[in-house]
């Protein structure tokens, strides 16, 4: 059933077409985003059972076989993050569905007619990403991705989307640019860029220019993944936005550069070459990141912070390159997607309950909003890794690893995320204490009447400020009772989903630890691409001097790899 | 393969000089930095392939050099993307002029709701 594969990307891209068509019709394009992605979801659903049965899926587009053609792969890993992702597209649609049905009836604040082709395009890019068998097509993927996500960030246009939205567009172009010359030069040093094919010619090469590579391509990944010091755009840009955008953006962007960086770890370096600088880098992402968080005072921007912290674990457990470290960073990456995308879910229901973010002028929710304090104190104990729940099994899963390899720097990388999951404890803690245990702050019940209170004795303000407390605790409950039931729906299935990460945690590590075995194991994937290549069409056989026709490359040019320059 | 230093000097400069416009806060200087860049980086592909043979028409015969499509095919890649980045770019720019009469961005972190707070909620704790 080779044929699934390749829907994993048409069914998306196709959708976004259809959604296009029909802008001036709203109901329309929502039925078809949900199905699309549900389909989707399905299939990817029937591949990750089909992986995990009989190894990795290929596909060569048009019958070139591997390393000339476009080559769609489905390992493990790629299997996992398919279903993973789009299990988050999903609930993130209706989350923003159902709050775009709500705002319109108020005023329009997302135009919902881009909304739809440009989400269903962000998910085509995810997914071609995870399923792309050669870089250049990793890079069109990259760039699928974030052209839809400058689309989303900058969506309605006004001053301050634009202002947080034009760092993050022009540091995403400086790494493509930076990863479309890493691509020219690999071409140029070893006549591919199929991955299976480039793990075996990239050993033929000397060390020196093996390291420039691998640099150019981590440098590029890194940007993208936010990996410190290449983080500073993260926390700048993605707050503005609307809370379903930066939701997916939080769950799945970065997380997408965290697969690159670790399918071509392990793919293509396999030598562990850059491991000290790498865990250096995770180190550094881990502290800084979370210092950041702690002194932050809104709850969008702090949750930024810790997204970026969090980084630093996944980089954590590829930089030390066992079986461990790789099976727990995998593990750790679909927690981290489902945590991080429910926690900025259930701050846009905070923004929406409480007319602001800002912790100093939140209060009393777990008392006005009981099932909204839920919502957010499930994934927010996760992220913080309170056992028994899976960001704990994660990072025991990292520790256990780290110590495993034995290395002192390995150990204070150990040590550094003990710390930083402490941090985000209090992190978290501050947000829960104040905007959910605390009383309603009184600065917002006492707006607009200081010159009344000045002739007004202690005893009537006292009774003042109390009544209108309780009239400021009624507001609230009342849009609490109001929320929309599609924005509620979709968070708790995250959160639900978070859960059952930690229920079905051993099957789970399970399946982690044989994509990691396989990807350590690099024969399976390249036997995989090269000997179970598909025969070439009729009418086009090799030639002698063993130059290939170019039929279609010049009407398809994401595609192929030469035989040689 | 043959490197060509003229070549190589001016991916360089075009990359230099692109990065450098992409540092500014005008837009409009980021998107042509950006244009540069994109160049650089769309001769650095072309350099890589061999420009010196006949292209790939119909069945090679014999034993003869014929240059590399692959290359090719990529800078097309490329350049498509470049146009519609640019594209976005543009249109970006232009907003940004319309919304605040001004080419360069907005520095204005008081306008945050996030940045606001600091001040809020000094007296607070």
């Known amino acids: 059933m080779t044929w699934l594969l390749p829907m994993a990307i048409i069914l998306p891209i196709t959708g976004a077409a259809l959604t296009l068509v029909a802008s001036r019709r709203p109901r329309v394009q929502r039925a078809i985003s949900v199905t699309t992605i549900s389909v989707q979801l399905a299939v990817e659903i029937v591949l990750l059972l089909q992986v995990q049965n009989d190894g990795p899926v290929v596909m060569h587009i048009g019958g070139w076989t591997a ?48 909304f739809h082709p440009t989400f269903l395009i962000l998910v085509t890019g995810v997914s071609n990403a995870f399923v792309a068998g050669d870089l250049f097509n990793l890079f069109v993927s990259f760039e699928i991705l974030l052209t839809a996500s400058y689309v989303l960030l900058t969506s309605g246009g006004t001053k301050e989307r634009l202002r947080a939205g034009a760092p993050y567009i022009v540091v995403s172009l400086l790494s493509s640019l930076i990863f479309l010359a890493a691509i020219a030069m690999i071409y140029a040093a070893t006549g591919t860029v199929n991955l299976a094919d480039l793990s075996v ?45 930066t939701a997916v953006f939080a769950g799945l962007l970065t997380k997408v550069g965290i697969y690159a960086i670790i399918r071509v770890q392990t793919l293509l370096f396999p030598t562990g070459s850059y491991g000290t600088l790498l865990m250096i880098a995770a180190l550094a992402t881990m502290v800084v990141g979370i210092l950041g968080a702690v002194s932050q005072s809104g709850i969008k921007r702090m949750l930024s912070f810790t997204l970026v912290s969090h980084i630093g674990y996944m980089l954590f457990g590829v ?69 028994p ?22 150990l ?72 929309p039931i599609g924005m509620v729906g979709a968070t708790t299935a995250v959160v639900t989903v978070g859960l059952l990460l930690t229920v079905f945690a051993g099957p789970i590590y399970a399946l982690t630890d044989r994509a990691a075995a396989s990807l350590l194991d690099r024969s399976i994937y390249v036997d995989a691409v090269l000997g179970a290549g598909e025969p070439l069409p009729p009418g086009s056989p090799p030639t002698e001097s063993g130059e290939t026709p170019a039929g279609s490359t010049g009407t398809e040019p994401a595609a192929p790899t030469g035989a040689g320059g | 393969m043959t490197v060509n230093l003229l070549l190589a000097i001016t991916i360089g400069v075009l990359f230099a000089s692109g990065v450098y416009l992409m540092l500014s806060r005008n837009l409009i200087r980021v998107i042509l930095g950006f244009l540069l860049a994109g160049h650089g980086v769309n001769l650095l592909l072309l350099s890589v392939g061999t420009y010196d043979s006949p292209p790939i028409v119909g069945e090679a015969t014999g034993d003869e050099q014929l240059s590399d499509p692959i290359p090719q095919a990529l800078i097309l890649t490329s350049i ?44 607070d704790e």
């Open chain 1, 201 to 245: 010619k990239l050993a033929a090469l000397p060390e020196g220019i093996v390291a420039v590579l691998q640099a150019m391509l981590l440098v590029a990944f890194g940007v993208k993944a936010a990996v410190f010091p290449m983080s500073a755009w993260l926390p700048d840009s993605y707050p503005s936005a609307p809370a379903p955008v």
């Open chain 2, 80 to 123: 498509v993307i470049t146009l519609a980045v640019s594209t976005f770019l543009l249109a970006m720019a232009y907003r940004n002029y319309t919304v605040t009469r001004d080419p360069e961005l907005a520095d204005d972190p008081e306008d945050d709701d996030e940045f606001a707070d600091i001040d809020a909620g000094a007296g």
């Open chain 1, 319 to 387: 930089a030390l390159g066992n079986q461990a470290g790789l099976s727990a960073a995998i593990y750790y990456v679909a927690h981290h997607i489902l945590v991080q995308t429910a926690l900025f879910l259930a701050v846009g229901l905070i923004e929406r309950v409480a007319g602001t973010t800002v912790l100093a002028r939140l209060g009393g929710l777990a008392a006005a909003a009981p099932i909204l304090a839920i919502l957010f104190f499930i994934p927010a104990m996760n992220l913080a890794g309170v056992p």
């Open chain 1, 67 to 114: 390393p000339l053609g476009v080559t769609l792969v489905a390992d493990g890993l790629s299997s996992f993050m398919l279903v993973v992702s789009t299990l988050v597209s999903l609930a993130v649609l209706v989350y923003a569905i159902s709050q775009g049905i709500a705002d319109r009836e108020v005023g329009p604040e997302v135009p919902i007619s881009i």
């Open chain 1, 389 to 410: 729940l899976s960001g704990f099994l994660g990072k025991v899963g990292l520790f256990e690893a780290g110590i495993e390899d034995g290395r002192v720097l390995a």
């Open chain 1, 412 to 483: 204070i990388l150990v040590a550094g995320g003990a710390l930083t999951s402490l941090l985000t404890l209090y992190a978290i803690i501050r947000v829960w204490g104040r905007a959910f245990w605390r009383p309603m702050p009184e600065i917002n019940a006492l707006d607009g009447d200081a010159g009344a209170l000045q002739t007004e004795s202690g005893r009537s303000l006292v009774v003042r400020r109390r009544v209108q407390r309780d009239a400021q605790r009624r507001v609230t409950q009342e849009k609490a009772a109001h929320l």
